[in-house]
């Protein structure tokens, strides 16, 4: 991996020695200090979990473009601490592009921070396109996560802590050709999985995908497309396979007067080599669409899946209509309703039939200089008539924009969710109700003083009773010749009503110093 | 023939440096019908915003390796020169739909389409390229807004979803929007078919395949449904964004009488999971128990004879 770097970093030599740097740059070059003060439950808090104190240093927005384009970008951020997220690439419009990421999260397990995983990905991508008609790409990626974690055990008193040590590398390489009419994709994926601790874990996936789309010669209205995807899935240590063959095809005619009708087939025979069990899917899916350019559009559907393994075969029967409005760039309505029914045809599945459907509508005010208003709700009912149950989940959520020339933004959005679990027949139930409101406030700098405000407020309630905020506080000083001051304020309180040692509160303080770099 | 590892490296890397050099002078793009610098007469300061970005004008680069013209994206230059008024020049950013595609696909050839424009969702509502990207800016990957998770623009409840208890880390910048929802992977907009795959590729260790497999987490199963059967991948009120709490998740397709009257119901106040650890797959045991369980309850239940941990 370290020689791929090292003919990467000297290609990119190369090509820089070929240019003349008589170029523009910018960036943020940022240098500060994070404090940090956290008290309670250190793994009840997600958004904490990955924030470290100590000496920051980070490079943002770095763009740097040479006069003969060749384009350097880099996202450097917080090279000094363990949660670094570094990207880099270098490209030149129709030749090339080079991307590099690093970065690391971590998450924790315990009250006191002893038990964490993290998990660090790096990864490289590049493609060339030697000339207009071709495009090659490939890279690898890899993710190495580790440490310790806990198993679910509840009510059992004791915690059971593990750990976990896997590497995960992904390889791909593939081509692009295009001609007037489309395209054809070709690529070839591998991963590899190792488990450090449990070698029984070990795997493999060998994937293949080829896909082409076209418009119709001489029939330009009529586009096609289709591909191929080949999976095999195999475990070192024992015999286990799991194989994917899937074929897919696709048309799309674009009739007169706005009117589109597409359909889509996909035939997919997945195997398990072990067990001899062969799952069979058959889908098909037919739309027909019709667009006023300037009002909006209506879109129905309809959707068939066939679902055959060796135990049973369902068939699912699905309805699908959309439609949305729009009143002079101003009003925007947006609605959509599908209806999906499975029905086990012969064998026997632990939920048997099952009726899903889900509503979607949303309505979006837009008064040009002074922002936007949206309502939405959002909702889905899964009935299993056989088990006796109903679940169902919905959201209401609306979000006002305001933004004046002069005054600066506001945002806010608050959301309700509403879900419900009932088994009629063994009256087991349950049922939570979620508020959240989260905003920003950003007025104008005001004398080279800019400030920004930001909020997070959540409530759960009925089957558990948590409440949890974040406020944050940004402020920056411009000082002379493209110099910034810098200072972050971040609270995070969180309280479970239910469990008493669930608490949490964290104060974060990041000092920066940000030069403006003008190159 | 294997390739080793090390073999593939050697042929990547000079394969890259290879490639680099001998088509440095492949030059392709749309070439203008109008010169820039007839545009920048009157439009003077535009080839600036675009300087820092991929569609830097050629006239203002040495050794081009693509044509970038104004009037690339701009059509009628000739007729505008005549007579500049803006209904006789196009402007991609005020078109609909795919005639403001048809133009960015030009070159972005690889968005048209099955992978991205074409029978995408975003497609059938009209939406086009310059909905999300402006052209003449300096922001990243010349988003309208590169300061706030982008796609939160348009679907706002999301804003609010991975501010949710359990949460994928996009409000924590770790990961973005794209990160699952990728645009060149999916072929059908209503279908959740491969979704698993998805979740596999950072969640690989419940991937599979196992010798005995748990039907709710394969997509591709009579069961169906798959990761989100029982997980919310946005954000939720409960642990490991499940959607249901504790034994809850189970309880949606099992319902296991036994537990709940034998020895007294003593098993019913345990989680399922205490004893079923492998939810999503297992290599032991098709109850999906775990392989040390005799050992973490005393061997009570086993060693006694009543119970036969691999049946």
Same mark, same amino acid.
């Given at each position: 991996m370290k020689k791929n770097f090292v003919y990467i970093v000297i290609a990119l030599i190369l090509v820089m020695l070929t240019s003349t740097f008589a170029n523009e740059g910018s960036g943020d070059v940022k240098i500060g200090y994070i404090f940090t003060d956290e008290d309670g439950n250190l793994s009840v808090n997600q958004e904490s979990y990955n924030l470290y104190k100590g000496f920051g240093f980070s490079l943002n927005n770095f763009n740097y473009i040479t006069d003969n384009g060749l384009n350097f970008n880099a996202n450097l951020n917080n090279i000094t601490l363990n949660n670094r997220n570094l990207y880099f690439s270098a490209s030149k419009s129709g030749l090339f592009k080079l991307s590099v990421k690093n970065n690391q999260y971590r998450r924790f397990y315990d009250a006191n921070g002893v038990y964490f995983t993290r998990r660090q990905t790096t990864g490289v991508q590049a493609n060339i396109i030697p000339s207009k008609n071709l495009k090659i790409f490939g890279g690898f990626n890899t993710v190495n996560k580790h440490g310790g974690n806990y198993d679910i055990l509840r009510p059992l008193a004791d915690t059971v802590y593990s750990s976990t040590d896997y590497n995960h590398t992904s390889f791909n390489i593939g081509g692009q050709g295009f001609c007037p009419y489309g395209n054809l994709r070709i690529e070839y994926r591998k991963f590899n999985f190792n488990d450090n601790l449990k070698a029984v874990n070990d795997r493999t996936a060998d994937i293949f995908n080829i896909s082409a789309f076209s418009t119709v010669p001489r029939y330009r209205w009529i586009t096609l497309a289709g591909g191929y995807h080949y999976r095999q899935d195999k475990m070192d240590a024992t015999a286990v396979e799991l194989t994917t063959n899937e074929a897919w095809g696709a048309a799309k005619i674009y009739f007169p007067h706005r009117i589109t009708a597409d359909y889509r087939i996909l035939f997919a025979r997945t195997k398990h080599e072990t067990s001899l069990n062969e799952t069979d899917n058959w889908v098909n899916t037919f739309t027909l669409s019709k667009t006023w350019t300037r009002y909006g559009g209506l879109r129905v559907g309809y959707e068939n899946r066939y679902v055959d393994d060796l135990y049973a075969h369902t068939v699912t029967n699905g309805a699908l209509f959309s439609g949305w409005y729009k009143y002079q760039n101003r009003l925007y309505l947006k609605g959509k309703l599908t209806y999906r029914n499975k029905d086990l045809k012969t064998g026997t599945t632990l939920t048997g039939d099952e009726d899903y459907t889900k509503y979607l509508f949303s309505a979006t005010y837009k008064e040009a200089p002074w922002g936007d208003l949206t309502a939405r709700v959002d909702s889905r009912i899964k009935k299993n008539d056989d088990i006796n149950s109903e679940a169902d989940y919905t959201s209401l959520s609306s979000t006002l924009n305001l933004h004046r020339k002069g005054y600066g933004r506001f945002t806010v959005t608050y959301s309700y969710y509403l879900g419900k679990y009932y088994n009629y027949s063994d009256k087991v139930s349950y049922e939570f109700a979620d508020h959240v409101v989260t905003g920003t406030i950003s007025p104008v700098s005001y004398k080279k003083v800019t400030v920004i405000f930001g909020g997070t407020y959540y409530r759960s309630r009925r089957d558990q009773d948590i409440e949890k905020y974040n406020l944050s506080f940004t402020g920056i000083y411009s000082f002379p010749y493209g110099h910034d001051l810098e200072v972050k304020y971040n609270v995070f309180n969180y309280d479970d009503y239910l469990l008493n040692n669930n608490y949490y509160t964290g104060n974060f303080v990041e000092v920066n110093l940000i030069k403006h770099l003008s190159l | 023939m294997k390739l080793s590892k090390k073999l593939i490296g050697n042929i990547f890397g000079v394969f890259l440096v290879l490639i680099i050099f001998f088509f440095t002078n492949s030059v392709y793009g749309n070439e203008g019908q109008v010169d820039d610098e007839t545009c920048l007469q009157c439009h003077d300061g535009m080839e600036k915003t675009l300087?820092?970005?991929?569609?830097?004008l050629s006239s203002q680069i040495k050794n081009p390796t693509a044509h970038i013209s104004c009037s690339s994206c701009h059509q009628g230059g000739a007729t505008h020169i005549e007579d500049p008024s803006v209904e006789n020049i196009t402007n991609p950013a005020k078109l609909s739909g795919y005639d403001a595609v048809k133009t960015c696909t030009q070159c972005h050839q690889a968005h048209i389409g099955l992978d991205n424009y074409g029978f995408d969702a975003h497609t059938n509502q009209q939406l086009n390229c310059d909905n999300c990207h402006q052209v003449h800016s300096r922001n990243k990957s010349l988003l309208l807004d590169d300061k706030a998770e982008f796609c939160i623009r348009c679907h706002t409840e999301k804003a609010t979803d991975f501010a949710r208890?359990?949460? %994928? &880390?996009v409000k924590q910048n770790?990961?973005?929007?794209?990160s699952c929802h990728q645009f060149t992977k999916r072929q059908n907009d209503n279908l959740a078919y491969d979704l698993d795959r998805i979740c596999q590729?950072? %969640? &690989?260790?419940?991937g599979g395949p196992f010798l005995y497999e748990h039907e709710a987490t394969n997509a591709y199963s009579v069961e169906s449904g798959g990761c989100v059967e029982c997980h919310?991948?946005?954000?939720?009120?409960n642990n490991f964004l499940l959607k249901q709490k504790d034994n809850q998740v189970c309880l949606q397709c099992h319902f296991p009488s036994g537990h709940y009257t034998a020895h007294g119901g003593i098993w019913s106040k345990y989680s399922c999971l205490s004893c079923h650890t492998d939810v999503h797959g297992s290599f032991n045991n098709k109850m999906f128990l775990d392989p040390d369980l005799p050992a973490k309850f005393n061997g009570n239940c086993y060693n006694s004879g009543c119970h036969i941990l691999n049946k």
């Open positions: - | 300087s820092f970005t991929a569609h830097r208890r359990s949460n %994928h &880390p770790d990961i973005t929007c794209l590729d950072c %969640h &690989p260790q419940e919310e991948p946005h954000g939720s009120e």
